[in-house]
């Protein structure tokens, strides 16, 4: 397996899902910012902001801007370049609809 969905894995973003296919599943980031280093001068980078305990909830991903409609990426995704970035909250997404109550 290439180095840099192991390398996105480490940042607690990315892992296999089902294991040995293309497909990435997506989870909270353990680090504001990852920078994965790949064949022909390209770069993904995986932000999170603002990324402090204030914000423990993921409020929206994007993936090169656009707003990722499903929580995974695809291998091709990862090696072709970009950024991967997490918009973090106070509150769980839908919380105020649920009437759940805010931290």
């Given amino acids: ?3 840099s969905p192991l390398a996105a894995a480490a940042a607690g973003t990315a892992a ?3 294991p040995a296919s293309d497909v990435y ?3 909270r980031p353990f680090v504001a910012k990852a920078v994965l280093h790949l064949a ?3 770069t993904f980078t995986i932000t999170a902001a603002p990324f402090d305990a204030l914000h423990p909830y993921v409020g929206e991903i994007t993936l090169n801007g656009q707003p990722l409609e499903q929580p995974f990426v695809h291998h091709r995704d990862l090696v072709a370049g970009g950024e991967l ?3 973090m909250v106070a509150v769980p ?3 105020a609809t649920r009437g759940a109550p805010a931290r």
């Fill in 1 to 3: 397996m290439p180095s």
């Fill in 16 to 18: 296999p899902s089902p």
């Fill in 93 to 95: 997404p839908g919380a």
């Fill in 85 to 87: 970035h997490f918009r």
């Fill in 25 to 27: 599943a997506i989870g």
């Fill in 40 to 42: 022909g001068n390209k």
